[in-house]
């Protein structure tokens, strides 16, 4: 079993409409959770942190922690096709002594919203 | 201000060779980390450098091997290359400093081994 487990997809929307995006993980010791966005042939672009259980909002996304279920979640409100990409989950543990926390990633999930 | 930049944006080796990659951190930012991203799956860890040494290290062969200069910047060496090591190789850079946060990803360099 791998550490985070992300569905890739694809997953297929309408415009306007709502999307969740899911990860679950197995290391309890994580408490660092980010959401990236990938577009083909690019570089992970940061959209969400969070740090430890509960809701984040910025603009038409929303990500939520659930430490006690493993289980995290982006929400994407009012989809457009500039939305239309893939989606990396990502979270760390805090960071050792004299480096910087190393993220864990999903292998992304591929979302495609259609007008 | 700059994000992270790294160079070149593609490559093609031959199998045997090896290749060196490079990147400029965010400015701001002290300690480079290095992914491995193949086709489908997540970005995985490489290794990540910090004052000039190699703090962490993936699960990675020692035939990738790495380099920090005191401005900062980084190098990614990769001998022997392997068909397998087609791969677009992502640079992170962040602050040592700062719990958590979030990294800040280059566009990566694409890089072919045939």
């Known amino acids: 079993q791998k550490e985070v487990e992300q569905d890739p997809g694809p997953l297929s929307v309408p415009e306007g409409a709502i999307v969740s995006l899911n990860c679950t993980y197995s290391n309890s010791a994580f408490q660092y959770f980010m959401w990236y966005r990938q577009y083909s042939r690019k570089g992970p672009e940061l959209l969400m942190y969070?740090?430890?259980?509960g809701n984040k909002e910025d603009g038409r996304f929303t990500a939520q922690v659930d430490k006690s279920s493993k289980y995290i979640s982006l929400f994407i409100r009012d989809s457009q096709p500039s939305d239309s990409a893939t989606y990396l989950c990502a979270m760390s543990d805090r960071a050792p002594s004299g480096g910087s926390y190393i993220p864990t990633f999903g292998r992304g999930t591929s979302l495609i919203v259609h007008p | 201000d700059a994000g992270v930049t790294q160079s070149p944006t593609h490559l093609i080796k031959t199998r045997g060779q090896q290749v060196t990659l490079r990147c400029s951190p965010k400015s701001g930012h002290d300690t480079v980390s290095w992914y491995q991203q193949a086709l489908g799956q997540g970005p995985q860890f490489i290794f990540q450098?910090?004052?000039?040494?190699?703090?962490q290290r993936g699960n990675f062969p020692d035939r990738f091997s790495g380099h920090q200069f005191p401005n900062y910047s980084s190098e990614l060496n990769v001998n022997a290359l392997l068909l397998g090591d087609s791969a677009l190789y992502l640079c992170a850079s962040s602050l040592v400093s700062r719990e958590g946060g979030g990294a800040f990803f280059g566009q990566g360099t694409r890089l072919t081994v045939v």
């Open positions: 969070t740090y430890s259980s």
């Open positions: 450098y910090y004052e000039e040494e190699e703090r």
